[in-house]
């Protein structure tokens, strides 16, 4: 009897949109019993709900068949990868060219779970847990992702995910950040990636929120992933392993957006 379906599960179009990019099942070994489209809907019903391993519902494959395989991909790259091809499938659709020339940089604090491996404490918003800094497209899709402990500094964290993205966009031109990157990493990035790092500044004299240009896109990025619970707190016990958990709830948006 086929359960009843939850609001993360992949529709008809979505699985026959991503079912050709998933990796080809290695040879050899026990032929698989349960299906990758149930294992994926359980991973997603996870990020978005929030709950732990150990609590996924029980008409869902058991949790540490859903583990086993989240993990093995996790440490393949896989989720990078499928990201990274649904990232260009958007920008067409979009009528962009899937090279961006102009991208946002920015850095967001989550605080870590009781049992989270590697953290730190950012003195600036007084948490202590992890710090993600990202590159974004002017769609606010990431180019670029970087996990570290919250103690790190943002510029320093700027330059880690600067030099991940050095080299794979040969149109990038000019990257918008706010003013708390200003100073050598300007220089920096201009040396050693060929980059504009352009600061964009509130006006003077302005109260309470506003919107920025250029920045409010990086600032949507990060509510995209606030609303995939799992996301909200960093539970994670290592760093690639929250990399990989930002780069398949992106996935799983996307999806969305081209299905």
């Not at 599960?9 to 489209?37: F, M």
């Amino acid at each position: 009897m086929k359960r009843k379906a939850y609001p993360t599960d992949l529709t008809d179009a979505q699985w026959e949109h991503l079912e050709p990019l998933l990796p080809a099942d290695k040879p050899g070994g026990r032929p698989r019993e349960i299906p990758l489209r149930e294992i994926l809907d359980a991973y997603w019903y996870l990020l978005r709900a929030g709950c732990s391993w150990r609590m996924l519902p029980h008409d869902f494959p058991p949790w540490q068949t859903v583990y086993s395989q989240i993990r093995r991909w996790k440490l393949d790259g896989v989720w990078q990868r499928l990201h990274d091809r649904l990232r260009e499938e958007v920008r067409l659709a979009d009528g962009r060219p899937t090279q961006p020339s102009a991208a946002i940089l920015d850095s967001q604090t989550v605080k870590a779970g009781d049992n989270a491996g590697p953290r730190g404490y950012d003195a600036g918003k007084k948490t202590t847990g992890r710090k993600r800094h990202v590159l974004v497209d002017t769609l606010g899709l990431i180019l670029a992702l970087v996990v570290t402990v919250a103690s790190v500094q943002d510029r320093d964290g700027a330059k880690a995910v600067l030099l991940d993205a050095r080299g794979l966009w040969p149109r990038l031109r000019v990257v918008f950040a706010d003013g708390g990157y200003a100073g050598q990493l300007v220089g920096w990035t201009k040396r050693t990636c060929g980059w504009l790092l352009q600061t964009v500044l509130r006006p003077v004299g302005s109260v309470g929120f506003i919107i920025l240009p250029k920045r409010w896109v990086v600032e949507r990025t990060f509510g995209w992933f606030i609303k995939y619970r799992r996301l909200v707190k960093d539970y994670e016990t290592d760093l690639v392993m929250s990399e990989s958990m930002i780069f398949a709830a992106m996935t799983h948006r996307m999806l969305r957006r081209l299905a």
